[in-house]
C-alpha cells in the first residue's frame, strides 16, 4: 500500500533535524521532528549529490522523498531524495558557518581568555534597559554584594540595530573602566538571539580588554559570543552569581585570614617567650655579672702594667735624650763662645778660618757669647802656631 501509494512517493515533510549520523557507508540516518511528532528518516549515499551543506542538530529543513516500510523494524519511514534547509536552519548553517571560521582563527583559544576577577567594584552589563534579564542581574548582584556598582549600557539586543547597539555598549562600558562585563538578554529563537551570533558583535568581545561573561537565552542557547567570550554563563542569572563573589563568602574568607593571622601571632609570641625563659636560663646560668667582674679586674690589671710598661719606656727615653742633649751641648757653637771663644765671619756671613781669607782694610765680624763686633782689617799677620 505504501509503495502503490502516489502521495507517498512524492512527499514535502517540514520540520526539525535531530539524531543525526553520518554512517560510514555514506548513509545519513536522522530524525525529523516538529510539535507534533516525529519521523525517522534516510537518505542513501548515492542521493547526496544534491546536499550542498551538512546536516546537524537543530536544522530546520524541507525534506523530499517518499514513505516506505522498514521490514526489520517494522516501522514506516522517510526515504530522504532532496534536503533543502528553511527560513531558521539557513540561520543555523549561517552560524555554523561563522563559528568554524572565528575557531579557525583562533578567536575560541583558552589561551585568550581572562581570568574573571574575584573582588570586583564596578560591574558592566550590555542588554535591554527592560526585561527579566537585566532585572535578574541587577537583584542577584545587589543580593550578593550591595557595594558592587551596576552600570548599565541600554543596548538594543534585537532587530537590524542589535549588533551596532551592543558593540557600542561593549566599547563604552570598556571605556568607562568596569572591572567585569555582562553581555547577553533573556531568552528567545534563533532569530531572536541572532545578534549575539553576528561577527562584529564577536569581534567585539573579543578584542575587549575588560573580561566578558555571556549570558545570552536560556542553558540551552547557545550564540557565537558564547565561544568567544572569557566566560560564558547559562543565564543571565548565572552571569550575574558568576561576576560578583557573595560578600558572606568575602567576609568569611576576611574571617578566616583573621583567625590564622592571630593563630601564627599566638604561636609566634610563645615561641619568643619560650626563647626568652631559655636565655633567662642560659644567663644565670653563666652569672653575667661574675664575669663583669672578672673582665673589670683583668682590665685593671692591665692598666697598671701598661702604666708601669709606659714609665720605664719613658725613663729609658728621658735617659737617652740627656745623652743626645749632652752630645749636642758639646758641638754647640755657644758653648763654645761662653768658653771665652769668637765667631769670625765676613761682611756676607762667611766663616773665615784662615787670615787668607780677608784683604787688609776689610771689614768683619766678631760674635762672642754675649754680642758681635764689627771689626776692619787693619794688619794680617801669620800664625806660627795654625790651628785645627
Known amino acids: ?59 530546520q529543513v524541507i525534506v523530499a522523498g517518499s514513505v516506505d516500510v522498514y521490514e526489520r523494524d517494522g516501522k514506516y519511514q522517510l526515504y530522504a531524495r532532496q534536503i533543502e534547509l528553511m527560513g531558521s536552519g539557513q540561520l543555523y548553517e549561517k552560524f555554523e558557518r561563522l563559528k568554524r571560521e572565528l575557531e579557525e ?47 548599565l549600557y541600554p543596548a538594543v539586543v534585537q532587530g537590524e540595530a542589535a549588533a551596532a547597539s551592543i558593540v557600542n555598549g561593549i566599547r563604552a562600558l570598556e571605556g568607562l573602566g568596569v572591572d567585569v562585563m555582562i553581555v547577553g538578554r533573556g531568552g528567545g529563537s534563533i532569530e531572536d538571539l541572532w545578534a549575539f551570533n553576528e561577527r562584529a558583535v564577536a569581534e567585539a568581545v573579543f578584542n575587549c580588554a575588560v573580561p566578558v561573561i555571556s549570558a545570552v537565552g536560556h542553558e540551552t542557547d547557545t550564540t557565537i559570543i558564547d565561544f568567544v567570550a572569557d566566560l560564558r554563563a547559562p543565564t543571565p542569572s548565572a552571569a550575574a552569581e558568576l561576576a560578583v563573589t557573595d560578600i558572606r563568602d568575602i567576609l568569611g574568607e576576611i574571617s578566616g585570614y583573621e583567625e590564622r593571622l592571630s593563630r601564627l601571632m599566638r604561636r609566634k609570641l610563645e615561641n619568643s617567650q619560650m626563647r626568652l625563659r631559655n636565655m633567662r636560663l642560659r644567663l644565670r646560668a653563666v652569672s653575667p655579672a661574675g664575669r663583669l667582674r672578672e673582665k673589670k679586674m683583668t682590665a685593671l690589671s692591665m692598666e697598671e702594667r ?23 751641648r758639646g758641638l754647640s757653637p755657644l758653648e763654645k763662645l761662653s768658653s771665652g771663644y769668637s765667631y769670625l765671619e765676613d761682611e756676607e756671613g762667611r766663616n773665615v778660618r784662615s787670615v787668607e781669607q780677608v784683604g787688609e782694610g776689610d771689614m768683619v765680624i766678631v760674635r762672642l757669647k754675649d754680642g758681635r763686633l764689627k771689626a776692619q782689617v787693619t794688619e794680617k799677620c801669620g800664625s806660627k802656631f795654625p790651628v785645627d
Request: some cysteine.
Open 1 to 59: 500500500m505504501f509503495t502503490q501509494d502516489y502521495l507517498l512517493q512524492r512527499l514535502l515533510v517540514k520540520g526539525e533535524i535531530s539524531n543525526c549520523k553520518y554512517h560510514p557507508s555514506g548513509h545519513i540516518y536522522f530524525t525529523l521532528k516538529d510539535s507534533k511528532g516525529t519521523i525517522g528518516c534516510v537518505m542513501f549515499a548515492g542521493s547526496r549529490e544534491g546536499l550542498s551543506f551538512r546536516l546537524s542538530e537543530g536544522q
Open 105 to 151: 582563527a583562533g578567536m575560541f583559544a583558552r589561551e585568550y581568555k581572562q581570568p574573571i576577577p574575584k573582588y570586583i567594584r564596578t560591574l558592566g552589563v550590555v542588554t535591554a534597559d527592560t526585561g527579566a534579564a537585566v532585572r535578574d542581574i541587577m537583584q542577584i548582584a545587589g543580593r550578593r554584594n550591595p557595594y558592587v556598582q551596576i552600570v
Open 306 to 328: 701598661l702604666r708601669d710598661r709606659m714609665n720605664y719606656i719613658l725613663a729609658e727615653k728621658r735617659h737617652v735624650l740627656q745623652l743626645y742633649i749632652e752630645r749636642m
